[in-house]
C-alpha cells in the first residue's frame, strides 16, 4: 500500500524539494497551498489555508495520513488549538521547528543543549513570542500531548538559488546593492562569528530520512551540515564569485555593531540571541537516519547558488528605507529609476537626504 504524506504550507523553500524529491516516488503526497498549482504524477496540490481550522478539518477527517510534515508557522495559542487535532490524523507528525532556539554554547551543539526559552534570563526577552521562543513553546506542547506520534526537526539556515542570506540579511538587503555597484554594508560583530549554512535539498533529504521511522517518534533531531565558518568567510566567497561573473569588485562598509542596533527594528533580538552566537552542530544524532557527509559542501553550494542566481536573477521587496540608510553610510545614492512608484522615490529621497542617522 502506498504512504500518504501531506505537506502543509509545502511550497516554500524546504517544501518544494521535499516534493521534488518525492515526485515519481512509491508515496502519495498532498500540498497544501493558497495558489493554484499544477497537481502532477503523484503530486496533488490542495487549495486552502492549512491556517483556517475549517479547512484543515475538512482536510484531515476526509483522508488518513501516514506522515504529516508541516511548516506552517503559528503564534502559540494558535498551534495549541491544533495541536492534538495533528497528532490525532496521522502516524507521524513531523513539526519544523528551528535551532534558533538553542541558547549560546561554547561546544558543538547537540539536540541536548539548554534552549533559550528554559535558561535565557532576560524578562523582557521572555515577556516576547519572538521567533525562536514561540517553537520552543510549541515544541513543549507536543512534548506534554497524551500521543507520541511526534518528531521535531530543527533545520538552521539553509540557502538556496534564491535564499542567500549574510548574517540577519537577505540577498534584497545587500546582493542587491553590490549588483548594482554598490557597498555592501555588514558589521564586525556578527561577520567574525561562526555559523552553519546547509543546502536546503539536503535539509529536505534529512527530513524525507525521517519518514515512517519508529526510532523518530517522540525524538528531536537538528539538520545541518556538518561544518561550520565564520560569516566573514562567507562574505568572502559571495565577492569572490561576484567579481568573476560580473566583473564587479564589491566594496564593502564593516560597521563595528550591526545596523539593527541602530534603528529600531523587529529583527533586532534575532542579532543578540543568535547571529552574535557561534552556531556549530553536532550532527551524529541525524546521521542514524542520513549520513550527513554527503551533503553539499558549504563553500561549493554557496558559490553555485550564487552563480546561478546572478545568471536568473529576481529580487523580492527593496527596503528603500533601509538601502537611504546604507547609502548614508558609505556617501553613495541609488537611481530614482531602480523604484517603481513615487511612494518609494519620496521615501528614498526624505531619508537619504533630509532625515539625519540618528533619526532612522
Not at 335 to 360: A, N, V
Request: aromatic share 14%; with cysteine.
Amino acid at each position: 500500500m502506498k504512504t500518504k504524506i501531506l505537506l502543509l504550507g509545502g511550497t516554500g523553500a524546504m517544501g518544494s524539494h521535499i516534493v521534488k524529491l518525492l515526485t515519481n516516488s512509491e508515496s502519495e503526497v498532498y500540498v497544501t497551498s493558497r495558489r493554484h498549482h499544477e497537481s502532477h504524477d503523484n503530486i496533488k496540490y490542495i487549495i486552502g489555508n492549512a491556517h483556517d481550522i475549517q479547512f484543515l478539518n475538512t482536510l484531515l477527517t476526509s483522508e488518513s495520513y501516514d506522515t504529516i510534515v508541516d511548516f506552517m508557522i503559528y503564534d502559540t495559542e494558535e498551534f495549541k488549538e491544533r495541536s492534538l487535532f495533528l497528532l490525532n490524523h496521522c502516524k507521524q507528525y513531523i513539526f519544523i521547528s528551528s535551532s534558533r532556539v538553542y541558547s549560546n554554547n561554547d561546544e558543538l551543539i547537540t539536540e541536548e543543549t539548554p534552549r533559550l526559552l528554559d535558561v535565557y534570563k532576560d524578562t523582557a526577552y521572555l515577556a516576547t513570542d519572538e521567533y525562536a521562543l514561540t517553537k520552543a513553546r510549541q515544541e513543549n506542547l507536543l512534548k506534554k500531548s497524551v500521543r507520541n506520534n511526534w518528531t521535531i526537526v530543527r533545520p538552521y539556515i539553509t540557502f538556496s538559488e534564491y535564499r542567500l542570506q549574510l548574517g540577519v540579511m537577505e540577498k534584497e538587503n545587500w546582493l542587491y546593492r553590490a549588483l548594482k555597484g554598490r557597498t555592501i554594508v555588514f558589521s564586525k560583530d556578527i561577520a567574525e562569528k561562526y555559523t552553519t549554512l546547509t543546502y536546503g535539498h539536503d535539509v529536505a533529504r534529512g527530513i524525507i530520512s525521517l519518514f515512517g521511522q519508529a526510532e523518530a517518534l517522540g525524538q528531536v533531531f537538528h539538520i545541518t551540515v556538518n561544518e561550520s565558518h565564520k560569516w566573514e568567510k562567507i562574505l568572502g566567497w559571495y565577492v569572490d564569485v561576484i567579481k568573476k561573473e560580473t566583473g564587479i569588485e564589491p566594496r564593502v562598509y564593516m560597521m563595528e555593531q550591526n545596523m539593527r542596533f541602530h534603528y529600531h527594528n523587529t529583527n533586532l533580538w534575532q542579532v543578540i540571541v543568535d547571529r552574535l552566537y557561534d552556531r556549530k552542530f553536532d550532527t551524529s544524532k541525524i546521521n542514524k537516519f542520513i549520513d550527513t557527509s554527503t551533503f553539499v559542501p558549504t563553500e561549493k553550494g554557496l558559490k553555485e547558488s550564487l552563480k546561478y542566481f546572478i545568471d536568473h536573477p529576481k529580487f523580492h521587496y527593496i527596503n528603500w528605507k533601509e538601502e537611504a540608510y546604507y547609502d548614508k553610510l558609505t556617501h553613495e545614492h541609488a537611481s530614482l529609476t531602480e523604484m517603481e512608484t513615487l511612494k518609494q522615490k519620496i521615501k528614498y529621497i526624505l531619508y537619504r537626504y533630509f532625515i539625519p542617522l540618528s533619526k532612522f
